[in-house]
C-alpha cells in the first residue's frame, strides 16, 4: 500500500470509528510503525483534517456535531466525576479541559470522554496515579470543550450543571 492510500485509509477508518483509536492499533493495522502513523496523521493535520490525539487515542471531530465552550467550577474529585458524568450521561461529549494559570496562561489538555467507561478509566486514571486535576490550579474554575448533537441536548447539560452549581457560564 503506498503512503496516499494509507492516509486515505487511515481517515477513513477514523472517520468510522465510534471510540478513538490508539496508534498501536492503527500501526498494526496497517503494518507500518507508530512513527509512521504519527507522521501520518502530522500530513492530515496539515490538510486542514481536525484530528485530535488523546490519551485513549486518535478521534476526528465530527462535522456534524456543535461544538460549545462551558465555564465551569467545582472542588474535589467526586464533584469532577460529577460533572463529567452529568455531561455524557446527558449526550455531549467532553473533548478538553482548559485552565487560564496566571503564569502560564491557557493550559488545555484533550479528554475525549464521551462514555461511562471512558469517565471511569480517566477517573481510576486520576485515583491510581494520585495525580491533581487541572482545575486545582485555579481553584476550581475550568472550561470544557464539548461536542453536542444538538442545541436541544446543550440546553439540558447547561441547565443540569446549573442546578448543581457548576457552571459558571456557556
Known sequence: ?????????LLNLLIQSKAPVTGSELAKEFKVS??????????LRARGI???????GYVILSDNKI???????HNGIHELEDELNTIIELGGKILD??????????????????SKFELNEF?????????????????GIHFHTIEIPNINIYNKIVDSLKNKHYLISK
Open 1 to 9: 500500500m503506498k503512503s496516499q492510500e494509507r492516509r486515505e485509509s
Open 34 to 43: 507508530r512513527q509512521v502513523i504519527v507522521q501520518d496523521i502530522a500530513l
Open 50 to 56: 481536525d484530528i485530535l490525539a488523546t490519551s485513549n
Open 67 to 73: 461544538l460549545k465552550v462551558i465555564k465551569c467550577k
Open 97 to 114: 479541559v482548559i485552565v487560564n494559570h496566571p503564569i502560564y496562561g491557557e493550559i488545555k489538555t484533550p479528554l475525549c470522554i464521551g
Open 123 to 139: 477517573i481510576k486514571s486520576v485515583e491510581e496515579k494520585k495525580a491533581q486535576p487541572l482545575f486545582t490550579l485555579t481553584d
